[in-house]
């Protein structure tokens, strides 16, 4: 008798467990609470699907488990060569840009169609609008209790995702796994727009930099460092590097972010440049001194913010400690960091099922064997730019290929 898999959501994790599992020889049936499988994939990219990197490593993702590194052994298992040749097999062509991999066509619906064309021909069944009210242990292995009766399986996988990007309310907390016990690590928004303070944030709202971002903590201990675009908005900073840094910072309510504007020059060669200009440029205004290396309004706050609030004064009147201060505050434009923009504005969260209760090399939960998890349902967040989708590959490969392999060591035992 084939071994039977249900898995319990249908996001990206959730497919690649159902085909792996079903390659693997198992029965495998995937319920969705949606009307459809895989809507979140059809946002990602801005709806290009940017769905790997080709610089994935484990530093790039965090957990508050014990064992920092834990996710790396399904990253190792299956890597981002090994997503490539799969999407190609299945009939996706991946194409780079600055590292990150989208399907040759630009469209993440063409992902999901043929991620959905996998499933049909694994003999995938899929159950749409279903939600699961409990999963409890049986005597051959598991009982679902969903809105339309009881189902058996013999390995459960959950692949429920996060509240990243839903409405407040629309995500689990994981009761109906309530029997068997697991910690589940508070959900916290990441790959978000940071609120923050600064007397010069709405003057600065709607401009862009390219910038180096660096976070630091209480302490004063730097937590992360990014270059990219920066945005400013009303309410504090956003852009693919404001959003990469936030992963970093999880779980801190406030900390500090410093913005280099011009993250290609030293400090002494700054002040050496801005010396100079003060000698060629003399006869400008002190608001027109740094035209031509940030916008003007951005210009404006650092010059205010060095102490010369006289935008109308001469340039050739600027002082060496005057150009100094500019130099500086060019360097390390400082932000209090106070928050984030909130769950339903957020990519990913950190949060989930434990990853101390959970094999490391099979999902495999250490509490309850048969129950696996995989991607955003486990307490693992990654850096922006596929990385999370690569997580979703790796985790629902491995719990896939570990519970739809459950047949096997059965035969070999009997």
């Known amino acids: 008798m084939k071994n039977k898999v249900s898995i319990i959501g249908g996001g990206a994790s959730g497919v690649m467990s159902a085909i792996i599992a079903a390659r693997e ?12 499988i895989l809507k979140k994939l059809l946002r990602t990219g801005n709806g290009r699907c940017n769905f790997s990197n080709v610089s994935i490593k484990a530093d790039d993702y965090v957990t508050s488990g014990r064992d920092k590194r834990w996710h790396k052994a399904a990253l190792d298992m299956f890597t981002h060569d090994d997503t490539v040749k799969f999407f190609e097999n ?36 899929i159950v749409t609008n279903c939600r699961i009210d409990a999963v409890k242990k049986s005597s051959t292995g598991f009982k679902i209790m969903t809105e339309t009766g009881e189902k058996h399986s013999g390995s459960v996988i959950v692949a429920t995702g996060s509240p990243a990007s839903l409405p407040g ?21 990441v790959l978000v727009q940071l609120t923050a303070e600064n007397e010069f944030l709405k003057a600065l709202s709607g401009q862009k930099a390219h910038a180096r971002l660096t ?8 937590l992360s460092e990014k270059t990219g675009e920066l945005l400013f908005t009303d309410y504090g900073i956003s852009g693919i590097v404001t959003m990469s840094l936030s992963v970093a910072a999880a779980g801190l309510k406030r900390y500090k972010v410093s913005v280099n504007f011009v993250p290609e020059y030293s400090p002494s060669e700054l002040y050496a440049m801005l010396a100079a ?27 205010k913010k060095s102490g010369s609030e006289k935008l109308t004064t001469p340039v050739s009147e600027l002082s060496d400690t005057q150009i100094k201060a500019i130099a500086a505050h060019l360097c390390s434009f400082e932000l209090n960091i106070t928050g984030t923009n909130g769950i339903k504005n957020a990519q990913v969260c950190t949060g989930g099922i434990s990853t101390d209760e959970v094999d490391k090399n099979t999902m495999e939960s250490k509490l309850c064997p048969g129950l696996y998890f995989a991607g955003e349902a486990l307490d693992i967040a990654g850096d922006c730019g596929g990385y999370n989708l690569q997580w979703a590959w ?13 047949h096997e060591n059965n035969n070999k035992s009997q």
């Open 25 to 36: 020889g198992s029965d495998v049936t995937l319920f969705e609470k949606n009307d459809r």
């Open 90 to 125: 299945i009939g996706v062509l991946c194409s780079v840009e600055e590292g990150r991999c989208y399907p040759r066509s630009g469209q993440a619906a063409a992902v999901v169609d043929m991620l959905r064309f996998e499933l049909v021909k694994q003999n995938v069944n």
């Open 169 to 189: 309310g629309e995500y689990t907390n994981f009761g109906f796994l309530n029997e068997f016990r697991h910690t589940v690590v508070p959900y916290f928004p």
């Open 215 to 222: 976070a630091y903590d209480s302490r004063n201990h730097m």
């Open 277 to 303: 200009r003060r000698s060629s440029l003399g006869h400008l205004c002190a608001e027109d001194f740094l035209t031509g290396i940030i916008s003007k309004r951005i210009a404006s706050a650092v010059i």
């Open 394 to 406: 790796s985790s629902g490969f491995a719990a896939g290929k570990s519970a739809g392999g459950k």
